[in-house]
């Protein structure tokens, strides 16, 4: 049954945009701080066990990113039509869509960690890991792929308590996940007190622990206080409807999260025929630019569910007018945090290992890579806008474009005339184009009348 939205739910279609944004944000930032932060600790301790095994825990980035962009498409999915529904003031629907979004993240999820253990040779035999590489990335791998069925309970269930407005209690969330990690980390990897030391399988142990305390915290939260999560089983009929209209938005936002460690294997493959220091010094600084766009991710994330409340209110005026902001504020923040890291970048590459090759590699890496984060932000907050506009195979496609169009092509063009440097190169030039183009296509939709936010 159809009701008109409620005050304790549909929260964001009243009120300032600028510090509604702001109210959504703060929040968010701690969760992206503590998404970050729990990677950036991993490889910190990781990167105190020696340069090898910094390598090999580089050398899982891709295929961690695949698992975890897939359920960040389920969620993405999730958050799109739940928040469109709390907005059209539809309580059934809202609590039919997050379980059946949960039922099938943990379906996709299952299906891809089978497929990631059978093939686990061929799959780093590809990313150019010699056999001695695999020993070591198999003792992470073979506790981290099973563990993350219970990643995707928490990603597609804080998604679920986003829409509602409510950023906080995911935030909550993932910093206790960071300081479990952050705990057990060092007990695990190094074997400190009554543990046992286990090098890397430590480090996917204390992961696999942290996701495990926020699966049951996310549950309580949906199932206890939200009230989201139906108990009634639906018919075929039901869940095919739910899973067609998650799927709309999630495959493609699933498929664009994939095309990035794709594109992250290649570059890694270009990458490890200058030896394992170059490989770990592009796996610290993909884990610093996921740190200094933090506020952007943040953003975005908090931004969906405000343009997908107020599309659902048929408020368009506010969803033009918070996409714009954002993107103006991209910019700023871009070239603040350029200029922070190319000044300190020699600071910052020592922290993360003592080998010279591998800080030199860092400081070049944080000399070029940083220049295009603003327009990466304007990338960022563009597509996940378009996905909330039910805008989902362009938003992918512009993601296509801009992985396969521009940035491989320029990245073997700049391997072959600069070496890694120019590998390294291809990204500032990448999201400056990217960023342009998506820009001024989001620009022409919001413009043409009401029929681009329909």
Known sequence: MKTSPSSDQAKLTDGPIGSTLLHLTLPMIVSIVSMVAFNLIDTYYIGHLGTRELAAISFTFPVVFVISGLTMGMGIGASAVISRAIGEGNQEKVRRLTTDSLILGLMITALFIGLGLFFFHSIFSLLGADIVMRQLIFKYMRIWLPGMIFLVIPMVGNNAIRATGDTKTPSLIMLIAVVVNAVLDPLFIFGIGPFPRLELAG???????????????????????????????????????????????????????????????????????????????????TRIDMFALTVIMALATALAPFVGQNLGAGRHCRVRRSIALSQRFSLIWGFFMAV??????????????????????????????PIGYGMQGIFILSTRSMNVLHRPLPAAGMNVLRMFGCFIPLAIMGNTVWGFQGVFLANPLTNILSGLAVYFWLKRLLCSDNRGLK
Do not use: C
Request: proline share 4%.
């Open 340 to 369: 922070l890291l190319i000044f300190f970048r020699g600071i910052i590459a020592r922290q993360f290992n003592a080998d010279p090759s591998v800080i030199k590699s860092v400081q070049i890496y944080l000399q070029i890579v």
């Open 203 to 285: 480090a996917a142990l204390a992961t696999i622990s942290a996701r495990t305390l926020t699966m049951i915290v996310s549950l309580y939260v949906l199932i206890g206080r939200e009230k989201m999560v139906s108990f009634v089983w639906p018919s075929l009929k039901s869940m095919y409807h739910s899973w067609k209209y998650i799927l709309y938005i999630g495959l493609p936002a699933g498929a664009t999260n994939i095309i990035i460690p794709v594109g992250t294997g290649i570059l890694t493959r270009m990458l490890s025929g200058y030896g394992p220091e170059v490989v770990a010094a592009f796996g610290i600084g």
